[in-house]
């Protein structure tokens, strides 16, 4: 199982460690012949308007919304979820508000039972994290923090406001693998 981990910017390489944890051999993606033959892709954190000229520079927005909108299992957290969002890659029917809890300083850790996410509380790391502001219909919110929504599914993509990747908590990035074992299992042989 390959799993592509989109880094332009941010914290990809924690990513691609739990990856390989999980079994799945992680794949940096920097350009679109890196999305080639993926079964999963990460879109990790970072600074979303950094991320957004990484992507116009390598010319992948149209290939990842391509793969996304292709059914491929998605993990995005935190820039990952506001890259996904309507004024972005328009793969997400949501609008993210962008350092929604604060700047830095206002940074936090906060326990969520994340709907779908078996094992207890799952701790979220905040860093400049954003909420979702508005969604559509189809969008299913799993976990929020004071009302505002967190962590949000829409079909095969599952975006968080924060990082998993900080806590060692492999929950979520499991799920992306048994995403793509699932969709391996449905298959016609």
Do not use: Y
């Not at 994340?114 to 905040?126: A, E, I, K, M, Q």
């Amino acid at each position: 199982m390959v799993v592509g981990v989109l880094a332009l910017q941010g914290d990809f390489e924690a990513h691609a460690g739990m990856l390989t944890r999980l079994g799945a051999e992680p794949r940096i993606v920097r350009t679109p012949a890196d999305l080639e033959g993926l079964d999963a892709l990460v879109l990790p954190g970072g600074e979303s308007t950094t991320m957004t000229l990484g992507i116009e520079r390598e010319q992948l927005a149209e290939p990842l919304r391509d793969l996304i909108a292709g059914g491929t299992p998605t993990l995005a957290t935190c820039a990952g979820l506001i890259m996904l969002d309507r004024e972005h890659l328009g793969v997400l029917d949501l609008t993210a508000r962008r350092n929604a809890f604060g700047r830095q300083i206002k940074s936090f850790e906060a326990d969520l039972d994340l709907d779908g996410v078996t094992g207890g509380p799952f701790r979220g790391v905040f860093i400049r994290a954003p909420w979702v502001e508005e969604r559509g219909a189809d969008v299913e919110v799993l976990a929020e923090v004071d009302g505002h929504p967190v962590a949000v599914r829409q079909g095969d993509v599952t975006a968080v406001a924060f990082h998993p990747e900080l806590t060692g908590d492999a929950r979520l990035h499991r799920w992306l693998v048994e995403a793509v074992e699932d969709k391996r299992a449905k298959e016609p042989a």
